[in-house]
């Protein structure tokens, strides 16, 4: 095991603290996500009972393979508590994600959920965001190119995600548009102007939705909660 994997194991078995059981988890996607859905199955597999909502079908078959009853928000009012993780986290808990390629479904299941938690390593800390360049920004195909040319007027450097020498698509049948970004000034202003282009359906941006975000660094692990939450 990594020392990565190690963090990410420290960091999922503290998460395990905010499930409890008759839950309903929201399920997320990336290297953490995995690492705290493998927690979670363990602890089902010890009696635990709780409905997991994934953001992915990646996840979705891996909690399936785990033995977590999963649903969809068709099946549920409200999701109690979604655990996740991000790729860049600033001091205010703002984040960027979806450099695992489920921005969209992430949002819409952290917007569903009461509680947002976020589970990182301390690499994934930066002053202000769009520190490690980049910005994921998912687009109908329909739209592709006429979104890159707005993209960059914005001052942005789309380029289109590829796997295994072929478009990326997501699980709602779009494009990614990885754009190159310098550290952004005002979060919320670029979101609303990246949102303002047509074809755009949604964007790694995630502003005021986490709650905490527990942060795994040399063995230790540490709790940091969004001021008013």
């Known amino acids: 095991m990594t020392q990565i994997d190690q963090t990410l194991a420290a960091v999922a078995a503290r998460a395990l603290e905010f499930v409890t059981d008759g839950l309903v988890v929201g399920l997320g996607t990336g290297r953490a996500a995995t690492a ?9 597999q010890q009696g635990l009972r709780i ?3 994934p953001t992915s079908e990646a996840t979705a078959t891996l909690a399936r393979q785990l033995g977590i009853t999963v649903v969809g928000l ?3 009012e409200t999701i ?9 986290v600033d001091p205010n808990l703002d984040l960027i994600k979806g450099y695992g390629g489920a921005l969209v479904r992430e949002k819409i299941v952290a917007a569903a959920s009461r509680r947002e938690i976020i589970l990182v390593g301390s690499e994934k800390l930066v002053q202000r965001l769009g520190s490690h360049g980049k910005l994921p ?5 329909f739209a592709l190119a006429f979104c890159q040319r707005r993209l960059t007027a914005l ?5 289109l995600r590829a796997k295994d020498g072929r478009p990326f698509i997501t699980d709602g049948g779009n494009y990614i548009l990885d754009c190159g970004i310098e550290p952004i000034a005002s979060a919320r202003e670029l979101e609303n102007s990246l949102r303002a282009i047509p074809g755009v359906v949604g964007t790694g941006l995630f502003i005021g939705m986490a709650e905490c975000v527990l942060v ?4 230790t692990v540490r709790e940091l909660v969004r001021k008013g939450a």
């Open 137 to 141: 920004v998912e687009v109908v195909q």
């Open 51 to 53: 409905r997991g909502v």
């Open 36 to 44: 705290f859905v493998h927690a979670l199955g363990a602890r089902v």
């Open 74 to 76: 068709e099946d549920v």
């Open 216 to 219: 795994g660094d040399a063995g």
């Open 155 to 159: 001052g942005c450097r789309p380029v």
């Open 80 to 88: 109690d508590v979604t655990l996740d993780g991000a790729d860049e």
